[in-house]
């Protein structure tokens, strides 16, 4: 069974730094791009970062300048640096990508979440 699984939310006072990890687990046998989101209550999830296999990276408008998206494709593994955040950027992050798993037609998976608090 196929499962994302994030790590690396927390507290944190603005201006600070949190690092969030995304790994995917089972029986897979190639993962597309990788995406991070993020939810605020009452609000559309927005897309923050996406990274291509190929290491091809694009950001959100909002985040552009203060965020890095990576990957390690050896730990089947996508990352999330956030840097001088802000308020704003309070919300439940989750990690999505489309996997071909054994047994298992291509389909998307989604994480639990992680969330992430700035304080000002």
């Known amino acids: 069974q196929v499962q994302l699984v994030e790590s690396g939310g927390g507290l944190v006072q603005a201006g600070g730094s949190l690092r969030l990890a995304c790994k995917a687990s089972?029986?897979?046998?190639?993962?597309?791009?990788m995406r991070w989101y993020r939810q605020v209550p009452g609000k559309q999830r927005e897309l923050v970062a996406v990274?291509?296999?190929?290491?091809?990276?694009n950001y959100g408008d909002s985040v552009k300048g203060r965020f890095t998206i990576s990957r390690d494709n050896a730990k089947n593994t996508v990352y999330l640096q956030m840097n001088s955040l802000k308020p704003e950027d309070t919300a439940v992050y989750y990690c999505?990508?489309?996997?071909?798993?054994?047994?298992?037609?291509?389909?998307?998976?989604w994480g639990q979440g992680t969330r992430v608090t700035v304080s000002s």
């Open positions: 999505n990508t489309w996997i071909d798993a054994y047994y298992v037609d291509l389909r998307d998976y």
């Open positions: 990274i291509t296999n190929d290491g091809s990276t």
């Open positions: 089972g029986s897979i046998s190639s993962i597309n791009a």
